[in-house]
């Protein structure tokens, strides 16, 4: 019999750390004040795809810590004042940072200029019908990566003190990585049946991945595109009707979220599922001891945490 206990309340992500990381070091002023621009970053993955575009010509402020929800992360008040003297404010948009926005556009109001790189990709919609509305979950699909850097260079090479061919010239290297990656991806994701190309996750975040690498999304844990949903029972039950359809037999746990939730559907419901956890939704840091002795490396950098996630996915489905 399925199980209609356990439902409220496990869906809570994680509370981010009220701090942040930023460049420092080379560049600095006599009074050991960084002469650099600096560019603040909503997340932790942009925060990367952003740093390895403009070198060390730039300093780099991330809001969102390692291994935090980017649904639900919030910053200091002071951190949120440093949003105000910033040359230019990168996020992702489409709905994504919901802690936050709010701070987002009190700085967009007092004139920092902002890039959103959700306005530069093929936006696709959830296909959840739990869910409305543009899916934010880009990064899933390095070639959304390539187009918010396409567009992001311009925008970096205005600012202040910026040389424009050394900014060329670490765009197109990371450009080159991106390709590579996604042929990497393409290649390796072949070798999964067409019958075990069905995913299940805790919340709605492969679109972009499954639109192409040809995947399905049979269904989620907690219903639509956020973190802060809560499941029911219905849920549960509509879940579990897809998942035996499909026969399907793994279920695909975010790391940065408690895996209890998931867990009762493996406990509980008469399923006889494997959980395997993924980097989705924020690296790991560089340290983090779990990260680096996991299967398919750490995820640290946003093209480990694409690496990582597909060999786990590809040794979980073969």
């Given at each position: 019999m399925r199980a209609r206990r356990l439902v409220a309340g496990l869906a809570g992500g994680v509370l981010a750390v009220l701090a942040g990381c930023a460049g420092a070091g080379a560049g600095a002023g006599a009074d050991g004040v960084s002469e650099r621009?600096?560019?603040?970053?909503?997340?932790?993955?942009?925060?990367?795809?952003?740093?390895q575009v403009v070198g060390d010509q730039v300093d780099v402020l991330v809001l969102m810590p390692p291994g935090s929800d980017p649904h639900s992360f919030e910053v200091s008040a002071q951190?949120?004042?440093?949003?105000?003297?910033?040359?230019?404010?990168?996020?992702?948009?489409?709905?994504?940072?919901?802690?936050?926005?709010?701070?987002?556009?009190a700085a967009a109001a007092d004139g920092v200029p902002q890039f959103v790189a959700g306005d530069h990709v093929q936006v696709i919609a959830y296909t959840d019908d739990e869910m409305s509305g543009p899916d934010p979950h880009l990064w899933t699909d390095p070639q959304q990566v390539l187009r918010v850097v396409d567009a992001l260079e311009p925008v970096v090479a205005g600012l202040a003190d910026?040389?424009?061919?050394?900014?060329?010239?670490?765009?197109?290297?990371?450009?080159?990585?991106?390709?590579?990656?996604?042929?990497?991806?393409?290649?390796?994701?072949?070798?999964?049946?067409?019958?075990?190309?069905?995913?299940?996750?805790?919340?709605?975040?492969?679109?972009?991945?499954?639109q192409r690498y040809d995947f399905t999304v049979v269904g989620t844990v907690l219903p639509g595109g956020s973190t802060l949903a809560a499941p029911s029972a219905s849920d549960f039950d509509d879940l579990v009707t897809a998942m035996e359809t499909a026969g399907v037999d793994v279920v695909f746990a975010d790391a940065t979220q408690p895996e209890r939730l998931v867990q009762v559907l493996a406990d509980e419901v008469g399923l006889?599922?494997?959980?395997?956890?993924?980097?989705?939704?924020?690296?790991?840091?560089?340290?983090?001891?779990?990260?680096?002795?996991?299967?398919?490396?750490?995820?640290?950098?946003?093209?480990?945490?694409?690496?990582?996630?597909?060999?786990?996915?590809?040794?979980?489905?073969?």
């Open positions: 621009p600096t560019i603040a970053v909503s997340t932790n993955i942009l925060g990367d795809v952003v740093q951190r949120a004042a440093e949003l105000r003297d910033a040359e230019l404010i990168v996020s992702n948009g489409l709905g994504l940072e919901e802690g936050v926005q709010h701070h987002l556009d910026v040389d424009a061919g050394a900014l060329r010239s670490s765009a197109d290297a990371y450009r080159q990585e991106l390709r590579t990656l996604d042929a990497e991806l393409e290649q390796q994701f072949v070798g999964i049946p067409a019958d075990r190309r069905a995913l299940v996750t805790n919340h709605n975040v492969f679109g972009y991945l499954a006889d599922v494997t959980i395997v956890s993924l980097f989705t939704e924020s690296l790991t840091a560089a340290t983090d001891v779990a990260a680096e002795s996991a299967p398919g490396g750490d995820a640290a950098t946003y093209l480990a945490m694409m690496r990582s996630n597909a060999d786990r996915i590809t040794s979980a489905l073969r």
